[in-house]
C-alpha cells in the first residue's frame, strides 16, 4: 500500500488549494484514509477522514466548511479542495491509510500506511 500526496504550494489567506492523494497497492477498499497537516513546531493533527467504502467524511472543527475531501475510485485519487486559507493552515499536508474499524479515524497512531508530505503555506 502507498499513498503519494501533491498539489501543495504558496497561496495568500483566502485563496485556494486542491491537494490529490494517489493511492496503489490497496487490494480492499476496506480503508479509511485520513489528511492530516503537521505546522511547524507543532504535532501532526488530523483534517479529516473518509472511509472508501463510504461518502460520509469527518472533519475537525478548524476545517469544517472550508474544506471538501472527495474521492475518485477509478482513478485512485483522494482529493482534498481547501478554500478560505488562513495562515494557520500552513503546514506539511500528508495523507494516510487506517483500517482502524472505529469512527472517526483521528490519531496518526491509527493510521499504518503514510506517504510523503506536500508543503502548504498560507501568507497574510
Known amino acids: 500500500v502507498q499513498l503519494q500526496a501533491s498539489g501543495g504550494g504558496l497561496v495568500q489567506a483566502g485563496g485556494s488549494l486542491r491537494l490529490s492523494c494517489a493511492l496503489s497497492?490497496?487490494?480492499?477498499?476496506?480503508?479509511?484514509i485520513g489528511w492530516f497537516r503537521q505546522g511547524a513546531g507543532k504535532e501532526r493533527e488530523a483534517v479529516v477522514c473518509?472511509?472508501?467504502?463510504?461518502?460520509?467524511?469527518y472533519y475537525v472543527d478548524a476545517v469544517k466548511g472550508r474544506f471538501t475531501v472527495s474521492k475518485d475510485t477509478a482513478k485512485n485519487t483522494v482529493w482534498l479542495q481547501m478554500n478560505s486559507l488562513k495562515p494557520e493552515d500552513s503546514g506539511i499536508y500528508y495523507c494516510?491509510?487506517?483500517?482502524?474499524?472505529?469512527?472517526?479515524?483521528?490519531?496518526?497512531?491509527?493510521?499504518?500506511?503514510w506517504g510523503r508530505g506536500t508543503q502548504v503555506t498560507v501568507s497574510s
Open positions: 494516510a491509510a487506517s483500517r482502524v474499524k472505529s469512527w472517526p479515524v483521528l490519531w496518526a497512531s491509527e493510521y499504518i500506511n
Open positions: 497497492g490497496f487490494n480492499s477498499d476496506d480503508y479509511t
Open positions: 473518509l472511509a472508501l467504502n463510504d461518502n460520509s467524511p
